[in-house]
């Protein structure tokens, strides 16, 4: 499975609220791109969801050390 075709599983795993599925393969995708500002931000969506509230301002924290900014999203 392509990247792409990963987070567009995790996208729709989100989207049925299976937060701790879609966690699982947003992790698998930032572990191949650890620089990706915009995959630690949903990492952090997906904690947040899953009330793991430390674990999720740490990545939002990532995310923006690495230049996320969710006022520029596209």
Not at 14 to 32: D, F, M, R
Request: a negative charge.
């Amino acid at each position: 499975m392509t990247e792409f075709e990963l987070f567009r599983q995790a996208n729709e795993l989100t989207q049925k609220g299976e937060w701790l599925a879609a966690l699982k393969i947003y992790e698998k995708i930032v572990k191949k791109d650890p620089t990706d500002a915009y995959l630690w931000h949903r990492i952090g969506e997906m904690n947040e969801e899953l009330e793991n509230d430390k674990v999720a301002v740490m990545c939002f924290e990532k995310a923006r050390s690495l230049g996320y900014d969710e006022n520029n999203v596209l």
